[in-house]
């Protein structure tokens, strides 16, 4: 199996957890955040669900200059609009991944900032890093729901609320 096909298929497995969590993000609780610096549940959830997007985008091309490019940030209007972002990634990040040889893996991808190199790694080690920024990102989330006194789905195994 490559590791593309391996990669994709974490990413199928996670899939199901991170699923699971962004459903319990309240419709009527979109713009809520814990704390004036934190980011809003709602673009929370967004950014976990198009994170898989940028799978794709490392397996298209070979840099990315962040200089050149203006980031806008999506803030969903529902929940729904969270779960269809993430089911449309997920389903093109396992295609990306499933058509990428050992060698396409193995190509270097670089980061920018202008001429300042922000990383450089293996698209295998970037797409790695990716699924631990989802992973990251979920546990914030259920941080949010904690304190919003959601019952919070396991991901690793059963949590507080599934014993």
Known sequence: MTIGKQLSEELKQQAVNTKRLLERIPNDK?????????????????????????????????????????FKPVFPNSVSEILETLDKSIAKAVEALGKMSDKDMDVIYTARRGDQIVYKMSRAALVRRTLEHAIHHRGQLTVYLRLLDIPVPGTFGPSADER
């Open 30 to 70: 979109l713009t809520w955040k814990p704390h004036e610096k934190s980011t809003q549940i709602g673009r929370l959830g967004m950014h976990i669900a198009e994170l898989p997007n940028s799978i794709v985008r490392t397996l298209e091309a070979t840099e990315i200059d962040f200089a050149a490019i203006q």
